[in-house]
Structure formats: C-alpha cells, structure tokens
C-alpha cells in the first residue's frame, strides 16, 4: 500500500482512536473527521454516537461535502434530531466523549489559535475566529486535534492569541500523531507515520520534540481498513482538505 496519502493516514488515526460507545462530534469544515467516524462504526465503534452540525445522530451520509460542515447529506439516516444548541449543553455537562477541532496555531499544550496571526488588535492576518471551539475544548473529554500541514509557522511554542484551551489528547498531522503526557500535560510525540521520521517532525515543530512516555511504531493501515475507508468515502473527499 505505498500509494497511501497523508489524508489516508489521517483519517485512519482519527478512526483509531474513537472509542466503542463514545459520543463523538467535529467542527465546521471536517470531512476528515466525519469520515474517520463512519469507519470507526464499521470496525471496533459499532456503539459510537455520531453527533454533527446539521444536527442528526447517527447518521450515516451516502457521501460528504468538502465544502460545508452542514450539508444536509450529513443528516441521512440520522434515528433523532439534536440540535448544535445542545452539544454545547452536552459537552458542558460533562456528557461529550470526543470533538476533533482544529487550529492555524498549535501551542506544546495543544491550546490553538484561529483568531489572529500577529497581534490581536493590529493582525498580520485575521483568521475566522474559534467558533465552537472555545466552548468545547475546556468541557470535552477528549480533545482530538488535527492539521493538514506540520511546519513552525503551525506549531509554535507560544500561540499569537488563545483562541481555545483544555482537555486536548491527541495532535495528528501529516507526519504523526502527539500525545498529552500525564507527567506535565504536554504533547509528545506518540507515533510517526511511514512516510515521515522522528527528525523530520523535530525540524518542523516549533516546539520542544520530546518522545511520549508510550511512544510506539505507527501499526501499518490494515486492509480491512483501506478497503473500509474506501467504500465509506467513495468520492475520497477526506483529500479535499489537502487542496
């Protein structure tokens, strides 16, 4: 399988790493995520609620948008209505499992930036704000990032502004995955994918690189998986975040 591509990568981490039965939700703009959802639910997740913007759970789209988070598509064959209000309310509570958010900037605690780059009042570049983001990354349980690339401009030792903060997990990228380490709750590098090297990610991350406590080889993407992926995702629209 050499012709895998760093969305297959991906998506297959994000899949890997939802747990049977958990309440799982993304953000805007997530063809990833909602990919990596309905390949979980075929593998080891057949219990995981699927929560999303347009407001259905457990839904299962016959296909994804890769330009709107709230695509109707994304509500086909949903069993019930919930609506985003509630999320919110869900996460506050205590009660959301998992939300994959992403940043323009990620700090060494997995706090991001989609706010400003430069000074908040006088930016070099105003990016579209956090919008959910601020709200569900302190209450979720688990916080899955990601980002489409893996450089010093991205990963950074300290974010420009702290769009959102708190219970970030796991960071994937194009080149592996980091990991909140239990002794002083930065991220460490997890595992490094095939097509990338522990000095690579080093050179690219604006931060200290130091190697997570249960650092292991990235496990080779199986082809139940692939084959998985590509009938979930059969317009292969996780690589539209790539473009």
């Known amino acids: 399988m050499s ?43 057949k219990r995981a609620v699927y929560l999303s913007i347009p407001g259905g759970v457990d839904a299962e789209p016959s296909s994804f948008s890769s330009y709107s988070s709230a695509d109707p598509v994304l ?8 609506p985003l209000s509630d999320i919110f309310d869900l996460s506050a509570r205590g009660a959301l499992d998992v939300a994959f958010l992403s940043g323009a900037q990620i700090d060494g605690y997995g706090c991001l930036n ?14 579209p704000g956090g919008a959910g983001s601020a709200a569900l ?41 980091f990991k909140r380490s239990e002794e002083d709750q930065r991220l460490r590098l997890y595992c490094v994918f095939p097509n990338s090297s522990v000095e690579e990610i080093t050179e690219n991350t604006g931060f200290v690189v130091e190697k997570h406590e249960e650092f292991e080889e990235f496990s080779p993407i199986t082809e139940e998986e692939l084959q998985l992926l590509e009938l979930v995702d059969q317009k292969g629209t996780r690589y539209s975040e790539f473009k």
Do not use: C
């Open 3 to 45: 012709n895998l591509q760093a969305a297959d990568y991906i998506t297959v981490s994000m899949a890997r790493l939802i747990q049977d039965g958990e309440r799982v939700f993304h953000g805007v703009a997530s063809p990833m995520p909602a990919v990596a959802v309905q390949l979980a639910k075929k593998l080891h997740a």
């Open 75 to 82: 509500r086909e064959g949903s069993v019930s209505d919930f």
């Open 114 to 127: 989609l706010s400003a780059i430069g000074p908040f009042d006088k930016p070099k570049v105003r990016l």
């Open 137 to 177: 990354l302190p209450t979720v349980k688990r916080g899955i990032l990601w980002k489409t690339n893996h450089d010093k401009r991205g990963f950074v030792e300290k974010l420009d502004v702290i769009t959102a903060a708190g219970n970030t997990e796991y960071v994937i990228t194009p080149l592996g995955i």
